[in-house]
């Protein structure tokens, strides 16, 4: 049984996790860190990594990014796995992940779901073929008004699987108001919808001369999130010092 301590347990997606842990065989949520108290979670809540005296075999994070400098430092110092699901990191935090990896397993992965992660291999695959005959790259991200970091970790990552396709030869446009000019065919635009209750939706569009190819993926539950959170978390139990990600998850699933 791998034992999981929930950094951010009182939040939407902590509380979405907790649970799901308690219908999913192998994992159990043993304590929460979270600011907040809430006795109604069925395990321990401390307000600090440091205050918390509960025996773990790995970490799960959704919080926010700026928890998150903290939270490294304390896993590689404890030699603890860390699942890191938080989105919006600064380059520097991005750095810090690396540097931690070298100290304990971290998992990093923008987005949890395991249709996500599939998408950014179909758009890879497809880059080479569509974007290497011209076609214009678009990614239009749509999200809940609650969320903060624009836009999505998600978004990034498409765009980051079509370059890498294309030997790093794009760069991103985020807004097209300040400058009157045509767009670059070297570019690929990234545009943010923030509004209502918006679970999740991304659109990876090749734009040619006549024909139009979209892969699309929506999320209508956070569960989705979650469920990938733990299917993460006991893959990393256990693991060697390294930096993981889903596509790890998934393939030794296969």
């Known amino acids: 049984m791998v034992r999981m301590i929930m950094h951010g347990c009182c939040g ?10 308690k219908d999913m065989d192998g994992i159990s949520v ?14 321990p809540v401390f307000s600090s990594l440091e205050e918390c005296d509960v025996e773990a075999d790995v970490v799960v994070d959704f919080t926010s ?11 590689a110092e404890k030699k603890m796995p860390l699942v890191l699901c938080t989105t919006g990191l600064s380059p520097e935090q ?6 931690s990896s070298k100290k304990t397993a971290i998992l990093r992965s923008a987005n949890m779901s395991l249709g996500i992660n599939t998408l950014l291999k179909l758009v890879k695959d ?8 011209g076609f214009d790259v678009e990614i239009v991200e749509k999200h809940h008004n609650q969320k903060l970091d624009a ?11 079509v370059n890498e396709a294309m030997n790093g030869q794009y760069h991103y446009k985020y807004d097209r108001t300040t400058e009157r000019a045509k767009r670059d065919p ?17 659109d990876v569009i090749f734009a040619g001369r006549d024909e139009v190819v979209t892969f699309s993926h929506t999320a209508y539950s956070k569960a989705i999130f979650g ?15 390294g930096l993981y990600d889903m596509a790890d998850v998934i393939e030794a699933a296969s």
Do not use: W
């Not at 043993?30 to 907040?36: K, S």
């Not at 497809?126 to 005959?133: F, K, S, T, W």
């Not at 836009?151 to 699987?161: E, I, K, Q, R």
């Open 30 to 43: 043993v304590a929460g860190i979270d600011p907040r108290q809430d006795e109604s979670l069925g395990y």
């Open 12 to 21: 939407a997606m902590g509380r979405t996790i907790t649970g799901l842990a």
């Open 227 to 241: 469920k990938g959170a733990l299917e993460a978390a006991m893959f990393l139990a256990g693991k060697p010092a």
């Open 126 to 133: 497809a880059a080479r073929v569509l974007a290497g005959a």
């Open 186 to 202: 070297m570019e690929i635009g990234i545009s943010t919808v923030r509004g209502g209750s918006i679970v999740g939706e991304h």
């Open 94 to 99: 991005v750095k810090l992940v690396e540097e």
């Open 151 to 161: 836009p999505s970790g998600t978004a990034l990552a498409l765009a980051d699987s």
């Open 65 to 75: 990014a700026r928890a998150v400098d903290h939270l490294l430092n304390y896993c």
